[in-house]
Nanobody
């Protein structure tokens, strides 16, 4: 299984931008589709974005569509999440995960998870 480490979280103000990174170990990263999820206190884990193995297909959750962009660099074993126009509702722990099967928007379909990185947006 691939091991994942997220970074780039922090405390920002509403309207700011932030870029998260997720570095994967192993030589098979380029064969995995990848996703970003987030989880706020007391809430279920929410789908944020998905990218296919090649990066040719991307999907987004409704709450971030038009503001967030997922991308990947297979040569660097890294997937990114560019987050623009942040607001307080984006405050959560953000996780990257390697897709396995089933619905790309369900956490059940992912088999490897990072430890998460905290994003806090002050209003």
């Amino acid at each position: 299984q691939v091991q994942l480490v997220e970074s780039g979280g922090g405390l920002v103000q509403a309207g700011d931008s932030l870029r998260l990174s997720c570095v994967a170990s192993g030589r098979t990263f380029s064969s995995y589709s990848m996703g970003w999820f987030r989880q706020a206190p007391g809430k279920e884990r929410e789908f944020v974005a998905f990218t296919s193995a090649s990066g040719g297909r991307t999907y987004y959750g409704d709450s971030v569509k038009g503001r967030f962009t997922i991308s990947r660099d297979n040569a660097k074993n890294t997937v990114y999440l560019q987050m623009n126009t942040l607001n307080s509702e984006d405050t959560a722990v953000y996780y990257c995960a390697a897709y396995w099967s089933g619905s790309y928007y369900s956490p059940v379909g992912y088999r490897s998870w990072g430890q998460g990185t905290q994003v806090t947006v002050s209003s």
